[in-house]
Antibody, heavy 121, light 106 residues
Protein backbone atom coordinates (compact mmCIF):
# COMPACT_ATOMS: atom_id res chain seq x y z
CA UNK A 1 0.00 0.00 0.00
CA UNK A 2 1.38 3.39 -1.03
CA UNK A 3 1.80 5.77 1.89
CA UNK A 4 3.06 9.34 2.05
CA UNK A 5 3.23 10.86 5.51
CA UNK A 6 4.17 14.51 5.87
CA UNK A 7 5.54 16.04 9.05
CA UNK A 8 7.32 19.14 10.31
CA UNK A 9 4.55 21.68 10.04
CA UNK A 10 3.60 24.10 12.80
CA UNK A 11 3.33 27.72 13.84
CA UNK A 12 6.31 29.84 12.85
CA UNK A 13 7.02 33.57 12.90
CA UNK A 14 7.47 35.55 9.69
CA UNK A 15 11.06 35.48 8.48
CA UNK A 16 11.87 32.21 10.22
CA UNK A 17 12.59 28.78 8.72
CA UNK A 18 10.94 25.36 8.78
CA UNK A 19 11.80 21.98 7.30
CA UNK A 20 9.07 19.65 6.10
CA UNK A 21 9.55 15.92 5.61
CA UNK A 22 7.61 13.31 3.69
CA UNK A 23 8.13 9.63 4.52
CA UNK A 24 7.32 7.32 1.63
CA UNK A 25 6.52 3.62 1.61
CA UNK A 26 4.78 1.00 -0.52
CA UNK A 27 6.49 1.88 -3.82
CA UNK A 28 9.97 2.21 -5.32
CA UNK A 29 10.81 5.67 -4.06
CA UNK A 30 14.10 6.03 -5.95
CA UNK A 31 12.26 5.46 -9.25
CA UNK A 32 9.75 8.25 -8.63
CA UNK A 33 9.66 11.99 -9.17
CA UNK A 34 8.24 13.75 -6.11
CA UNK A 35 6.41 17.01 -5.58
CA UNK A 36 5.23 19.48 -2.98
CA UNK A 37 1.83 21.13 -3.45
CA UNK A 38 0.19 23.52 -1.00
CA UNK A 39 -3.34 24.63 -0.31
CA UNK A 40 -4.05 27.82 1.61
CA UNK A 41 -7.11 27.64 3.89
CA UNK A 42 -10.25 27.63 1.75
CA UNK A 43 -8.25 28.02 -1.47
CA UNK A 44 -7.16 25.88 -4.41
CA UNK A 45 -4.08 23.81 -5.11
CA UNK A 46 -0.74 25.50 -5.81
CA UNK A 47 2.33 23.62 -7.06
CA UNK A 48 5.39 24.50 -4.95
CA UNK A 49 8.28 22.35 -6.15
CA UNK A 50 9.26 19.11 -7.86
CA UNK A 51 12.33 16.87 -7.96
CA UNK A 52 13.27 14.07 -10.32
CA UNK A 53 14.17 10.59 -9.11
CA UNK A 54 17.89 11.34 -9.05
CA UNK A 55 17.65 15.03 -8.00
CA UNK A 56 18.97 15.97 -11.43
CA UNK A 57 15.93 18.04 -12.35
CA UNK A 58 14.42 20.45 -9.82
CA UNK A 59 11.82 23.17 -10.24
CA UNK A 60 10.14 25.81 -8.10
CA UNK A 61 7.12 28.05 -8.35
CA UNK A 62 8.03 31.72 -8.73
CA UNK A 63 6.35 32.43 -5.39
CA UNK A 64 8.93 30.34 -3.47
CA UNK A 65 12.01 30.49 -5.71
CA UNK A 66 15.09 31.53 -3.73
CA UNK A 67 13.39 30.83 -0.39
CA UNK A 68 12.49 27.12 -0.53
CA UNK A 69 14.76 24.16 -1.28
CA UNK A 70 13.52 20.69 -2.18
CA UNK A 71 15.68 17.62 -1.61
CA UNK A 72 15.38 13.89 -1.20
CA UNK A 73 17.23 11.02 0.43
CA UNK A 74 16.57 7.87 -1.56
CA UNK A 75 18.31 5.73 1.07
CA UNK A 76 15.75 6.92 3.62
CA UNK A 77 12.73 7.00 1.26
CA UNK A 78 12.23 10.62 2.27
CA UNK A 79 11.43 13.93 0.61
CA UNK A 80 12.15 17.30 2.20
CA UNK A 81 11.23 20.94 1.81
CA UNK A 82 13.46 23.49 3.50
CA UNK A 83 11.50 26.73 3.81
CA UNK A 84 13.19 29.99 4.78
CA UNK A 85 12.17 33.67 4.96
CA UNK A 86 8.63 32.52 5.57
CA UNK A 87 5.76 34.92 4.89
CA UNK A 88 2.14 35.04 5.99
CA UNK A 89 1.13 34.01 2.46
CA UNK A 90 3.04 30.73 2.87
CA UNK A 91 0.39 29.62 5.39
CA UNK A 92 -1.09 26.45 3.92
CA UNK A 93 -1.50 22.70 4.12
CA UNK A 94 1.55 21.21 2.39
CA UNK A 95 1.05 17.92 0.56
CA UNK A 96 3.73 15.72 -0.91
CA UNK A 97 2.79 13.82 -4.04
CA UNK A 98 4.25 10.88 -5.93
CA UNK A 99 4.85 11.43 -9.60
CA UNK A 100 3.99 8.97 -12.35
CA UNK A 101 5.97 9.79 -15.45
CA UNK A 102 5.60 9.25 -19.17
CA UNK A 103 9.00 10.27 -20.53
CA UNK A 104 9.61 13.61 -18.80
CA UNK A 105 5.94 14.50 -18.13
CA UNK A 106 4.74 13.47 -14.68
CA UNK A 107 1.35 13.72 -13.03
CA UNK A 108 0.68 13.04 -9.37
CA UNK A 109 -0.85 9.61 -8.82
CA UNK A 110 -0.84 9.58 -5.02
CA UNK A 111 -0.91 12.33 -2.42
CA UNK A 112 -0.28 12.54 1.29
CA UNK A 113 -2.76 14.10 3.73
CA UNK A 114 -0.52 17.10 4.30
CA UNK A 115 1.12 19.02 7.14
CA UNK A 116 -0.12 22.45 8.16
CA UNK A 117 2.22 25.43 8.17
CA UNK A 118 1.01 28.63 9.83
CA UNK A 119 3.14 31.75 9.51
CA UNK A 120 2.12 34.34 12.06
CA UNK A 121 3.60 36.54 14.73
CA UNK B 1 4.18 30.09 -17.32
CA UNK B 2 1.17 28.06 -18.40
CA UNK B 3 -2.11 29.27 -16.92
CA UNK B 4 -5.13 27.01 -16.47
CA UNK B 5 -8.65 28.43 -16.52
CA UNK B 6 -11.37 26.14 -15.21
CA UNK B 7 -15.13 26.69 -15.44
CA UNK B 8 -17.56 26.89 -13.87
CA UNK B 9 -16.26 27.65 -10.38
CA UNK B 10 -19.43 26.20 -8.83
CA UNK B 11 -21.92 23.78 -10.31
CA UNK B 12 -25.25 22.78 -8.76
CA UNK B 13 -26.55 19.42 -9.90
CA UNK B 14 -28.77 16.52 -8.90
CA UNK B 15 -28.04 12.83 -8.57
CA UNK B 16 -28.26 11.27 -12.03
CA UNK B 17 -27.33 14.47 -13.89
CA UNK B 18 -24.67 14.57 -16.59
CA UNK B 19 -22.00 17.05 -15.53
CA UNK B 20 -19.28 18.68 -17.62
CA UNK B 21 -16.36 20.77 -16.37
CA UNK B 22 -14.11 22.66 -18.76
CA UNK B 23 -10.43 23.52 -18.49
CA UNK B 24 -8.49 25.79 -20.85
CA UNK B 25 -4.71 26.09 -21.05
CA UNK B 26 -2.99 29.35 -22.01
CA UNK B 27 -0.82 27.44 -24.51
CA UNK B 28 -0.83 23.97 -26.00
CA UNK B 29 -0.10 21.18 -23.55
CA UNK B 30 -0.80 18.28 -25.94
CA UNK B 31 -2.58 15.75 -23.70
CA UNK B 32 -0.52 16.40 -20.57
CA UNK B 33 -3.58 17.05 -18.44
CA UNK B 34 -4.91 15.40 -15.29
CA UNK B 35 -8.12 15.71 -13.29
CA UNK B 36 -8.36 15.32 -9.51
CA UNK B 37 -11.23 15.05 -7.05
CA UNK B 38 -10.88 16.51 -3.58
CA UNK B 39 -13.25 16.18 -0.65
CA UNK B 40 -13.05 18.42 2.45
CA UNK B 41 -10.13 17.51 4.70
CA UNK B 42 -8.84 14.89 2.25
CA UNK B 43 -5.93 14.66 -0.16
CA UNK B 44 -6.65 15.07 -3.87
CA UNK B 45 -7.42 11.84 -5.70
CA UNK B 46 -6.34 11.23 -9.30
CA UNK B 47 -9.24 10.52 -11.67
CA UNK B 48 -7.90 11.03 -15.19
CA UNK B 49 -4.41 11.42 -16.65
CA UNK B 50 -3.13 12.09 -20.16
CA UNK B 51 -6.42 13.92 -20.80
CA UNK B 52 -8.53 10.79 -21.24
CA UNK B 53 -6.93 7.83 -19.42
CA UNK B 54 -8.97 6.60 -16.47
CA UNK B 55 -6.93 5.91 -13.34
CA UNK B 56 -7.26 2.36 -12.03
CA UNK B 57 -10.18 1.94 -9.65
CA UNK B 58 -11.99 5.10 -10.78
CA UNK B 59 -15.62 4.50 -11.84
CA UNK B 60 -16.29 4.51 -15.57
CA UNK B 61 -18.87 7.31 -15.22
CA UNK B 62 -15.85 9.65 -15.18
CA UNK B 63 -14.33 10.47 -18.55
CA UNK B 64 -11.97 13.08 -19.95
CA UNK B 65 -11.34 14.48 -23.39
CA UNK B 66 -9.41 17.18 -25.18
CA UNK B 67 -6.12 18.10 -26.78
CA UNK B 68 -3.98 21.18 -27.00
CA UNK B 69 -5.73 23.89 -25.00
CA UNK B 70 -9.32 22.72 -24.43
CA UNK B 71 -10.26 19.88 -22.10
CA UNK B 72 -13.37 18.52 -20.42
CA UNK B 73 -14.19 16.23 -17.52
CA UNK B 74 -17.58 14.55 -17.76
CA UNK B 75 -19.48 12.65 -15.11
CA UNK B 76 -22.12 10.71 -17.00
CA UNK B 77 -24.52 10.16 -14.08
CA UNK B 78 -23.73 12.04 -10.90
CA UNK B 79 -23.66 9.90 -7.77
CA UNK B 80 -23.88 11.03 -4.11
CA UNK B 81 -20.19 10.28 -3.63
CA UNK B 82 -19.28 12.67 -6.46
CA UNK B 83 -20.15 15.89 -4.65
CA UNK B 84 -16.67 17.36 -4.25
CA UNK B 85 -14.24 19.86 -5.76
CA UNK B 86 -12.52 19.00 -9.04
CA UNK B 87 -9.21 20.38 -10.29
CA UNK B 88 -7.52 20.17 -13.65
CA UNK B 89 -3.71 20.16 -13.80
CA UNK B 90 -1.29 20.63 -16.64
CA UNK B 91 1.98 18.74 -16.42
CA UNK B 92 3.54 19.71 -19.74
CA UNK B 93 5.85 22.19 -17.99
CA UNK B 94 6.11 21.69 -14.24
CA UNK B 95 2.58 21.78 -12.76
CA UNK B 96 -0.26 24.29 -12.82
CA UNK B 97 -3.75 23.76 -11.43
CA UNK B 98 -7.07 25.23 -12.41
CA UNK B 99 -8.98 27.19 -9.80
CA UNK B 100 -11.29 24.28 -9.01
CA UNK B 101 -14.96 23.48 -9.59
CA UNK B 102 -17.15 22.75 -6.61
CA UNK B 103 -19.97 20.36 -7.48
CA UNK B 104 -22.86 20.98 -5.08
CA UNK B 105 -26.18 19.32 -4.46
CA UNK B 106 -28.99 21.17 -6.24
Amino acid sequence: EVQLVESGGGLVQPGRSLRLSCAASGFTFDDSAMYWVRQAPGKGLEWVSGISWNSGNIGYADSVKGRFTISRDNAKNSLYLQMSSLRAEDTALYHCAKGHCSSTSCHGDFWGQGTLVTVSS
Amino acid sequence: DIQMTQSPSTLSASVGDRVTITCRASQSISTWLAWYQQKPGKAPKLLIFKASSLESGVPSRFSGSGFGTEFTLTISSLQPDDFATYYCQQYNTYWTFGQGTKVEIK
